[in-house]
């Protein structure tokens, strides 16, 4: 099973080929995900992880298209993202797209001609444990910033 860590950061996997474009952090392969085509082949990965990167690139379709096109069929990809009332969303200035829980839905994959991309799980993410029990979160959200913290998408690829 080959597996992909895009735009790694500090978790660097045992077992992954971990790609960043920075120099002060240890990876298998240096890549800038904004410039196209990235550097592997069509059909190349089982299984891609790309965590807490999709808002700092300037196209995040183009992004998604990027890794649907090197992975292979039925291949798995994650994606984890701050929802975008969290205070770490609206606090850092390099973030350049905002997400919610409503970003892949069906029609939106067909609209951002990711047709290739079938979500499978979409599930909040709350660093601050005691959010799960706050109830009515899908009616209190428009009313309290901050009440989301991260998104984690999950994609199976359908070629």
């Not at 059909?43 to 292979?72: C, G, M, Q, Y």
Request: contains cysteine; proline residues 3%.
């Amino acid at each position: 099973m080959k597996r992909l860590n895009l735009g790694c950061g500090g978790d660097y996997r045992k077992d992954w080929i971990n790609v960043d474009c920075r120099n002060n952090i240890i990876v298998d392969k240096k890549v800038d995900l904004e410039k196209y085509p990235y550097p592997f082949k069509n059909n190349e990965f089982d299984e891609t992880l790309i965590s807490h990167v999709l808002e700092h690139l300037s196209e995040p379709i183009k992004t998604l298209k990027e890794i649907a096109r090197i992975s292979k069929n039925n291949a798995k990809i994650v994606v984890n993202v701050p929802h975008a009332t969290s205070y770490a969303n609206i606090a850092s200035i390099q973030h350049k797209a905002n997400f919610t829980e409503h970003s892949f839905t069906k029609e939106h994959l067909i609209e951002y001609d990711l047709e290739e991309l079938e979500l499978t799980k979409m599930e909040f993410v709350f660093r601050n444990k005691w959010k799960k029990f706050i109830p009515l979160k899908q009616f209190l959200k428009i009313f309290i910033m901050g009440l989301y913290d991260d998104l984690r998408f999950e994609f199976r690829v359908k070629k």
